[in-house]
């Protein structure tokens, strides 16, 4: 921070001022983009003595640190410290090795983003520590399933594309009464609208792809972290090398400046789109915790304080094609992976693919969206000429 502030802050004014360090910059207000590997020590003793506030480029530097205190200041109250990543599934992926070691057992959401899932089922596996999927919506009855060696509960609410809503306080309670950590995948939220730490979270992930970056040209990621989860987490990715571009740790940084306006926007643009679609004839139910209709709604209310852009539909039983002819018909949602850039985006989806615990039935074929800061008026105009062409194709 330039200077400090002389009474408490709110998000939106730590989100302008977190990690900036006048004097690093020369007065500058951002921080210089460091391309280094090497740093000179000033002698022989120094080097030895590793005295230096910064000592390779892999471990950290101006840029980096930056980052960091932002994105720590950001969590708040709970956070010891966050690890860099340089992609969301990276810092999903790190989290996880960081807490498990061979022979542990370990609680994922049959909800989990599906590449978390090949990841248990893969490289997990080969190492010796066994999954068990469990119902998002299973609360304190989680305790059912926890062994002597269970190490860790992997949460994920809203889950990916299906949006079940989970009560993260009880299962947290649950799993901190028999000594494992809780992990949440709070890259929907993002820290502004779901403050997982006073939740009991101990290992927050976010993928910095998404609303962090902003604007759909970075891949980067992050694990917040609690002081009983940090030391093995720094020490985790240290040892294993990982570490970010400098031009897309600048890229984050930047991104996070605008966070608050930008998800204020999404969260507004998307709930009105939802409510339009939940209005309409072909559409059976709108999967959006933050509408009334939504078995979540009450937990999203509790916990959260607002919802981003991204949120999924069930249409009436159709036929593929006009499916296929509604999204292809859509100019302003571009059909892509990944969310939380500036842009609208639309992908067809089937959980039944993947899940293992639960049974997916929705009635009907599934869309995501990803409603972005385009004027709400042109989408819907938009998503009104794809449900003209999809009647005229069923
Ligand atoms: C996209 C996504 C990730 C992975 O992020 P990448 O940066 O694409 O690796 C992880 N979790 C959720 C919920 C996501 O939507």
Same mark, same amino acid.
Not at 94 to 109: K, S
């Given at each position: 921070?330039?200077?400090?502030?002389?009474?408490?802050?709110?998000?939106?004014?730590?989100?302008?001022?977190?990690?900036?360090?006048? +004097?690093?910059?020369?007065?500058?207000?951002?921080?210089?983009?460091?391309?280094?590997?090497?740093?000179?020590?000033?002698?022989? +003793?120094?080097?030895?003595?590793?005295?230096?506030?910064?000592?390779?480029?892999?471990? %950290?530097?101006?840029?980096?640190?930056?980052?960091?205190?932002?994105?720590?200041?950001?969590?708040? @109250? %709970?956070?010891?410290?966050?690890? #860099?990543?340089?992609?969301?599934?990276?810092?999903?992926?790190?989290?996880? #090795?960081?807490?498990?070691?061979?022979?542990?057992?370990?609680?994922?959401?049959?909800?989990?983003?599906?590449?978390?899932?090949?990841?248990?089922?893969?490289?997990?596996?080969?190492?010796?520590? +066994?999954?068990?999927?469990?119902?998002?919506?299973?609360?304190?009855?989680? &305790?059912?399933?926890?062994?002597?060696?269970?190490?860790?509960?992997?949460? +994920?609410?809203?889950?990916?594309?299906?949006?079940?809503?989970?009560?993260?306080?009880?299962?947290?309670?649950?799993?901190?009464?028999?000594?494992?950590?809780?992990?949440?995948?709070?890259?929907?939220?993002?820290?502004?609208?779901?403050?997982?730490?006073?939740?009991?979270?101990?290992?927050?992930?976010?993928?910095?792809?998404?609303?962090?970056?902003?604007?759909?040209?970075?891949? /980067?990621?992050?694990? &917040?972290?609690?002081?009983?989860?940090?030391? &093995?987490?720094?020490?985790?990715?240290?040892?294993?090398?990982?570490?970010?571009?400098?031009?897309?740790?600048?890229?984050?940084?930047? %991104?996070?400046?605008?966070?608050?306006?930008?998800?204020?926007?999404?969260?507004?643009?998307?709930?009105?789109?939802?409510?339009?679609?939940?209005?309409?004839?072909?559409?059976?139910?709108?999967?959006?915790?933050?509408? @009334?209709?939504?078995?979540?709604?009450?937990?999203?209310?509790?916990? /959260?304080?607002?919802?981003?852009?991204?949120?999924?539909?069930?249409?009436?039983?159709?036929?593929?094609?006009?499916?296929?002819?509604?999204?292809?018909? #859509? &100019?302003?949602?571009?059909?892509?992976?990944?969310?939380?850039?500036?842009?609208?985006?639309?992908?067809?989806?089937?959980?039944?693919?993947?899940?293992?615990?639960?049974?997916?039935?929705?009635?009907?074929?599934?869309?995501? /969206?990803?409603?972005?800061?385009?004027?709400?008026?042109?989408?819907?105009?938009?998503?009104?000429? %794809?449900?003209?062409?999809?009647?005229?194709?069923?």
């Amino acid at each position: 921070m330039s200077k400090k502030p002389k009474t408490p802050i709110k998000p939106d004014t730590l989100l302008a001022h977190a990690g900036r360090d006048s +004097e690093l910059s020369h007065g500058f207000i951002n921080p210089p983009v460091y391309h280094a590997s090497t740093l000179l020590f000033a002698s022989a +003793e120094d080097q030895v003595a590793h005295r230096s506030r910064y000592q390779y480029g892999r471990r %950290g530097t101006p840029t980096t640190e930056a980052l960091e205190d932002a994105l720590t200041a950001l969590e708040g @109250e %709970g956070c010891a410290g966050v690890a #860099l990543l340089p992609s969301g599934l990276a810092a999903i992926t790190t989290a996880l #090795l960081a807490v498990v070691g061979a022979g542990d057992h370990i609680l994922v959401t049959d909800s989990v983003y599906r590449p978390t899932r090949t990841f248990c089922d893969g490289i997990l596996k080969r190492m010796g520590v +066994e999954t068990t999927y469990y119902d998002p919506l299973i609360g304190a009855d989680i &305790a059912k399933l926890f062994r002597p060696n269970t190490r860790a509960v992997f949460t +994920e609410s809203p889950g990916s594309q299906s949006f079940e809503m989970q009560d993260i306080p009880a299962i947290a309670k649950v799993a901190h009464d028999r000594g494992a950590l809780v992990l949440t995948d709070n890259t929907w939220a993002s820290p502004l609208y779901y403050r997982a730490f006073e939740k009991g979270v101990d290992l927050s992930i976010q993928a910095g792809t998404k609303y962090i970056g902003g604007h759909s040209d970075i891949m /980067f990621g992050c694990v &917040a972290a609690n002081a009983k989860a940090l030391p &093995a987490l720094k020490d985790f990715v240290y040892t294993l090398g990982l570490c970010v571009g400098p031009d897309d740790m600048f890229l984050a940084l930047r %991104g996070l400046r605008t966070l608050s306006v930008r998800l204020r926007r999404h969260h507004e643009s998307g709930l009105a789109i939802a409510r339009w679609l939940e209005a309409r004839p072909e559409v059976l139910r709108v999967m959006h915790p933050a509408l @009334e209709s939504d078995p979540g709604h009450a937990i999203w209310k509790r916990d /959260f304080t607002g919802a981003c852009g991204l949120f999924s539909i069930v249409l009436k039983p159709v036929s593929q094609q006009a499916v296929y002819a509604f999204m292809n018909e #859509l &100019a302003l949602f571009g059909i892509g992976y990944s969310w939380g850039g500036f842009e609208s985006l639309v992908i067809s989806f089937d959980c039944d693919e993947y899940r293992t615990a639960t049974t997916w039935a929705p009635g009907g074929p599934t869309l995501r /969206f990803h409603v972005g800061l385009e004027d709400p008026a042109d989408l819907i105009a938009d998503l009104e000429r %794809g449900f003209a062409v999809f009647n005229a194709t069923k």
